[in-house]
Nanobody, 120 residues
Framework: QVQLVESGGGLVQPGGSLTLSCGAS???????????LGWYRQAPGKQRDLVAT???????NYADSVTGRFTISRDNAKKTVYLQMNRLKPEDTAVYYC???????????WGQGIPVTVSS
């Protein structure tokens, strides 16, 4: 069974940086490399929104609100996807979820989520 586990969240001051990681289990590296990977976030009282995605070819897509500040990357050998977050703002506060989806699928696997709080 595929499992995704996020790590690296926590409390950070405005303007600071954090790197989130999401490791996959229940699949080998070759299978992992096929997946489109993504990070989503859900703030209190709001819907879950896309933050960034990376395809199996390395193509990336970002929400307008994080473009230029966040970077998504993947290491297929480690079966891990990362989200480097710089110049964090209080409005980035949310629970962050990683997602792994086959290119032909409309749904995928979700991690359990990890909170990120940006506050002074």
């Amino acid at each position: 069974q595929v499992q995704l586990v996020e790590s690296g969240g926590g409390l950070v001051q405005p303007g600071g940086s954090l790197t989130l990681s999401c490791g996959a289990s229940g699949m080998n590296s070759l299978t992992f490399s096929i997946y489109t990977l993504g990070w989503y976030r859900q703030a209190p009282g709001k819907q879950r929104d896309l933050v960034a995605t990376i395809t199996n070819r390395g193509g990336t897509n970002y929400a307008d609100s994080v473009t230029g500040r966040f970077t998504i990357s993947r290491d297929n050998a480690k079966k891990t996807v990362y989200l480097q977050m710089n110049r964090l703002k209080p409005e980035d506060t949310a629970v962050y979820y990683c997602n792994a989806r086959l290119p032909s699928a409309t749904t995928g696997h979700w991690g359990q989520g990890i909170p990120v709080t940006v506050s002074s």
